[in-house]
């Protein structure tokens, strides 16, 4: 490899690394937002409350996957395009469509809740008893629908500074917000506090999207149409594969309920938020850059697999870590986060945790799909992963209860990795690079070994033989990481400069 190849090579990893540490950040500060909420809500409202809170949050973000086109993904692409041409013109247009765009499917949402909200009280809790709940909740559709009209916005612009100012102030002010309402009505504060949390994240994303600013143009309703048709069409089938994973969701919710009640449920809420939300800062992070980077290089099938492979490789190596840590110390961390009543969860947790590895692979390559503007290839891959995990996490929860649930998750994720790298090798000729191979090879050897002594060595001693462990594994990561991006001498340069 020339010279000229390395510092293309070196540059592009640091662009991951330099935007995934921006977003990275963004996340930690969310997900401690998150976390002291979580930790108000189990002191205050106990596993019940979190049962209920994760109820009312699975239907209505079921209702609005329904009704809102998946517009936070395809018009993202639509408005990078037109950034990328640098016509001040066409951006505001698109700009203009993309918020009338919002307005529309967000009144579609709030309307559809509130017609139907005796029925999904029926639905949700077999009883009409939340059915004035729902109809207060229907205003918390409109509002995240132009919340993220607002953060499509600003992603697609690069206006990334604005994104995670925006992101940091919403949550920071709506926790402000709810936990007094927590602490002084309790379980009848759950709905006041969801619909405050909405218009103060979406204050606070308006005031940053304004900032971000574009010329001032008419769009009529022809060309409204015209520019967005094109953006509904892919929306609609991303929207379709965001409907079945919610649908996933809220069915084993209601499984869960019906078969060990709503305390069952709460362990579940809490167990999905440490594998999907606390460790799923990375995916989030991740998304803000690369997507839009993906799209630009998608129609080169060199230069998209090269991307990916990067990502992936960036993603286990910064990942890794912290599952190793996870899953040595998860008692502790389930305690910090909740209390003692959620340890029953950690059965769950500790494959969960596993999976991972597969998942992270699996959601980088699939990203391919989306960027090639292959909709009906994503959906259907979609369509088929979501049934096998659906099936899957219902009989491991009949059968194995929180532990089943979690060696489900496991296998699900194994396949969809499976059937991802399958279908983006016959349709792009995609393949993951040895280097890649041997950094998730390693990484999940030693994670497992992390798993093993969790399962069949007593504490203490389990923590004192992991800690080796878990070291290695960020030395690992280090050293990795110091070859792509040179962090050692980023470093040497940054003590010289102070």
């Not at 029926?122 to 729902?134: K, R, S």
């Not at 979406?202 to 520019?227: L, N, P």
């Amino acid at each position: 490899m020339s010279k000229d190849d390395q510092k293309k090579h070196s540059d592009s990893y640091r662009q991951i690394m330099k935007a995934t540490s921006i977003f990275g950040g963004v996340q930690v500060f969310n997900i401690l937002i998150s976390i002291i909420r979580s930790k108000v809500v189990a002191i205050l409202l106990g596993p019940a409350g979190i049962g209920l809170v994760g109820l009312f949050n699975s239907t209505t973000l079921l209702i609005s996957s329904l009704t809102n086109f998946g517009l936070g993904i395809s018009a993202v692409k639509d408005i990078a395009a037109a950034n990328e041409s640098k016509d001040d013109l066409r951006i505001a247009k698109v700009v203009v469509v993309v918020r009338k765009l919002v307005w529309f499917t967000g009144l579609l949402g709030a309307s559809i809740t509130l017609v139907l909200s005796s029925v999904l009280s029926e639905l949700t809790f077999g009883n009409t008893d939340y059915t004035i709940a729902f109809v207060w909740l229907s205003i918390t559709l409109l509002l995240n629908q132009l919340t993220s009209g607002q953060y499509v916005v600003l992603q697609g612009l690069r206006k990334l500074k604005y994104l995670a100012q925006a992101n940091m102030m919403g949550s920071g002010l709506a926790l402000l917000a709810s936990v007094p309402i927590y602490y002084y009505l309790r379980l009848e504060g759950i709905v006041p506090a969801i619909i405050i949390t909405s218009f103060f994240t979406f204050g606070v994303s308006r005031y940053f999207s304004k900032k971000a600013k574009t010329q001032k143009v008419k769009v009529s309703y022809q060309e409204a149409k015209k520019e967005g048709r094109g953006m509904m069409l892919m929306g609609f089938m991303l929207s379709l594969s965001g409907i079945m994973v919610l649908g996933e969701s809220y069915v084993i919710r209601i499984f869960i309920n019906n078969f060990g009640g709503v305390e069952e449920v709460g362990l579940y809420n809490a167990g999905i938020a440490l594998v999907s939300t606390y460790v799923g800062l990375l995916f989030t992070a991740m998304e803000t850059d690369y997507y839009p980077r993906l799209s630009i290089v998608a129609d080169d099938n060199a230069k998209a697999n090269l991307l990916v492979n990067q990502q992936v490789e960036i993603a286990v190596l910064i990942l890794a870590p912290v599952l190793t840590i996870l899953l040595v110390f998860i008692d502790w961390a389930i305690i910090i986060l909740y209390s003692s009543e959620f340890l029953a969860v950690n059965v769950m947790i500790y494959w969960a945790f596993l999976g991972i590895f597969f998942k992270v692979a699996a959601w980088v390559v699939g990203f391919l799909f989306i960027a090639k503007g292959a909709s009906r290839l994503f959906f259907w891959s979609e369509l088929i992963s979501n049934l096998y995990l659906l099936v899957l996490n219902m009989l491991g929860y009949y059968y194995g209860g929180m532990a089943g649930l979690g060696f489900s998750f496991l296998c699900s994720y194994i396949l969809y990795l499976i059937q991802v790298y399958v279908i983006a090798k016959m349709k792009y000729g995609f393949k993951f690079n040895p280097a890649f191979v041997k950094i998730f090879v390693l990484q999940f050897t030693l994670a497992v070994i992390c798993f093993l002594l969790i399962k069949f060595v007593s504490k203490p001693w389990n923590y004192f033989i992991g800690v080796p462990f878990i070291l290695f594994s960020a030395w690992y990561s280090f050293k990795e990481l110091d070859k792509r991006l040179q962090l050692k001498e980023m470093l040497a340069n940054f003590k010289n400069r102070k």
